[in-house]
């Protein structure tokens, strides 16, 4: 699939989400922007899509994760490829540990 226009990924994750609960887009936190933010069951969660494919990417952290599931501070950070978006409603509803 070819991407014609910058922000085309993050709509096109945006839509394939509103499958699975209520979908948010570009919302202003304390911290800047989200991408998305996604809300099932009462229970919200901040999604940052990356094309990795068209930019580098670079996550500093204090500890080296081990893994696509790790712990920063109290919060659980997953990462997911696009083909992996229908765990998400497993993830946010504590099906998948």
Known sequence: MLLKKRGSIEGEIAEILSGYGRVNR????????ADIIFERKDKKVIIEVKDYKN?????VCHNKPKKDRFLIGKNTIFILEKEELNKIPDLIDGSVV
């Not at 570009?26 to 922007?33: A, D, I, M, N």
């Not at 930019?55 to 996550?59: Q, R």
């Open 26 to 33: 570009l919302v202003k936190t304390e911290r800047g922007f």
């Open 55 to 59: 930019k580098e990417i670079s996550l």
